[in-house]
Structures are given as C-alpha cells and as structure tokens.
C-alpha cells in the first residue's frame, strides 16, 4: 500500500499491558484515521487527525488514545490492553481532502490473551 | 452504527458471469465510496461517485447512484478469479448530534468468484 506503513504487522499481548501501534506514511497528507475490523461489524472509526498534535474520537474511542507529534507518524495506544480488544487495526490516509477516497495501510493484526 | 448495508452479503459466480452489488444508506450524503479487500490485507479504494452523479465507469467497474431511493450498485462486468474479494460501500456521517463527518463503512459484501 503505497505511502503508506502500519507496524507491527501482527502482535499478541497479555491483558492488562500497554500497546503501541504505529503508523507512518512518506506523503505528508493532513488527514489519517485508525480504523478497527471485527467480523460482524465491519470498520469502525478509533481515533482521527487533522494534523500535528489535532486529534479527537471516533465511534469507538473508549479505551484508545492517540498523539501525532509529527505529520508521518500517527500512533495508536491501547493502555491496558483487554480481550476485547483483539481485531485488525488498519490506519488510513486521507489522498484528496478531508471528503476524498482513503488510503489504508497493510493492518496490524493484534490479539490479546 | 453502520451506515451503508450491502446486499447481499454473499455472492458467488463463475468467472466472466458479472457480479453485482447494491449498497443502500440512511441519510443524505456527499459522495459514495466503493471499497475492495482482499484477505488479509488493507483496504483499496476503487471508486468515488458524488451525490450530483448518477453513474460511473472505471475499468470493468461501473457505478450506479440513486439518491431518491438512497441506493448504489457496484457491477463488475467480466469478473474474474481476481475479484474474489470483500466489497465494502461507505459514506460521510456525523458520529455525533452536530459533529463532523467520518467515512464510515458497511459490514462488506463477500464475492467469490470460481474458475
């Protein structure tokens, strides 16, 4: 996926540790999103950015938070992690403005035991 | 909380049949995004077709927009083994009474396509 990183690619975690995930994209876009998959659900939004240190919630926020110390990298925390938790993480970048098509890295795929 | 419903939710074909799936939504939007995902992997975005436009053509895709019935179809003429895929559809919606508006996804529609 072009311009666009998530690492790890996958991770397990216990219950109750501190997970960091990482986004990183090379195009300098303003835009970019972290994104849950369960099946069952489909995608859901965690958190957003509009740019350096510009975040807020998405429909699925509880239990995540973000920070965006510079316009590459987005990352996503989850601060003690849950079972709950388990899914696929896809972060995406915005290409054409805020009501343009995304762009979606790789996932990171994460269970927590 | 999902906006767009894809119907149906499972699809299966022969290769060079076309395939064809429908996308219906709540409130009125901006534009429609149609989505495809292959297993294990991201998202791609394979077409936009805003609320003025009707249809849409990219390839062997091709996009239908009705807004008076709140509806889209995405056909895939000529599939493909290639097109074995989950095909999402997504619109903007507020998240929140007021809020801005985030791109938010259907459940997917699955497409299986058989040599």
């Known amino acids: 996926d072009a311009g666009i990183t998530q690492s790890p690619r996958h991770k397990v975690t216990e219950t109750g540790t501190p997970v960091t995930l990482r986004c990183h994209q090379t195009e300098n876009h303003r835009y970019m999103y972290w994104y849950r998959q369960d099946p069952g659900h489909g995608l859901r939004l965690i958190h957003y950015s509009y740019g350096v240190k510009d975040t807020d919630k998405g429909e699925v926020s509880d239990g995540y938070s973000v920070s965006r110390s510079k316009t590459e990298d987005f990352l996503l925390t989850l601060e003690s992690a849950t079972s709950s938790q388990t899914s696929v993480y896809f972060c995406?970048?915005?290409?054409?403005?805020?009501?343009?098509?995304?762009?979606f890295g790789s996932g990171t795929r994460l269970t927590v035991v | 909380s999902q906006q767009g419903e894809e119907d149906p939710q499972a699809l299966s074909i022969q290769e060079g049949e076309n395939a064809t799936m429908n996308c219906s939504y709540k409130t009125s939007i901006n534009n429609l995004q149609w989505y495809r995902q292959n297993s294990g992997r991201g998202l791609v975005h394979l077409i936009l077709i805003r609320s003025n436009e009707r249809e849409k053509h990219s390839g062997r895709l091709r996009v239908t927009l009705d807004t008076s019935k709140k509806s889209s179809s995405l056909l895939i003429t000529a599939s493909r083994a290639a097109d074995t895929a989950s095909y999402f559809c997504?619109?903007?919606?507020?998240?929140?009474?007021?809020?801005?508006?985030?791109?938010?996804f259907g459940k997917g529609m699955k497409l299986t396509v058989n040599p």
């Open positions: 995406a970048i915005s290409l054409q403005g805020e009501r343009g098509g995304y762009t």
């Open positions: 997504a619109q903007f919606r507020a998240l929140t009474q007021g809020g801005s508006e985030k791109l938010v």
